[in-house]
């Protein structure tokens, strides 16, 4: 009996070749079920902070994110988007980039400073009053921390105000929450709640 041994070695070469293609299917639908994913924490809160550099007290809105895999979620940004304002309110923009907590504020108007998130929460700042600054809150980005109350496209004058806070990362999925801001005629009034 003879052996054909062309026959044999393709059919070892097509076993090896589909064996090969269902370890790739297998990892990718692996890596799609793991990658991170992003969630925006039910409460939020309101709380002062003093700087120590300037003495300065504000009042800012937070919010937690946190990833709910072991992936690290990498370079996560927030915005905000004004769905609601008071009637006569004028905004030069509609969406704004949000700022992390702990990451130094930066003077570049637009972008922010993407972070990663691992198996720790971060905090993101929302929105902000100064004591310097009547019947206003800021929203949180960036350019407005960094020099507060001259930031007039980031403002929001006295009233009520519904923004649409987006998480995102570029490896996996993220998350988005409708928060109703209060915007006081005395900063330590500042309030929100998430719709």
Not at 63 to 87: D, F, H
Not at 90 to 97: A, R
Not at 138 to 163: C, D, H, T
Request: hydrophobic share 40%.
């Amino acid at each position: 009996m003879s052996i054909n041994w062309e026959l044999v070695l393709g059919i070892i070469g097509t076993a090896a070749g589909l064996l090969a293609s269902l370890r790739w299917f297998i990892k990718d639908i692996g890596n799609k079920v793991n990658r991170p994913t992003l969630k925006i924490s039910q409460s939020l809160d309101i709380k002062d902070w003093k700087f120590l550099d300037t003495g300065e007290t504000r009042r800012f809105i937070t919010l937690e994110v946190a990833n709910k895999r072991n992936q690290t979620a990498q370079r996560c940004i927030a915005t905000a988007e004004i769905v609601k304002q008071p009637s006569g309110v004028m905004h030069l923009q509609k969406t704004y980039p949000l700022h992390w907590a702990g990451i130094p504020y930066s003077a570049v108007t637009t972008g922010m400073e993407p972070v990663d998130i691992g198996m720790e929460s971060r905090r993101l700042d929302v929105a902000f009053t100064t004591p310097n600054d009547k019947d206003r809150a800021w929203i949180a980005m960036p350019f407005a921390l960094s020099a507060p109350g001259k930031v007039g496209q980031a403002a929001l004058p006295k009233g009520e105000y519904v923004l649409k806070i987006q998480v995102s990362c570029s490896n996996g999925k993220g998350d988005s929450k409708l928060l109703k801001v209060l915007s006081p005629a005395d900063w330590q009034d500042l309030s929100a709640e998430q719709i």
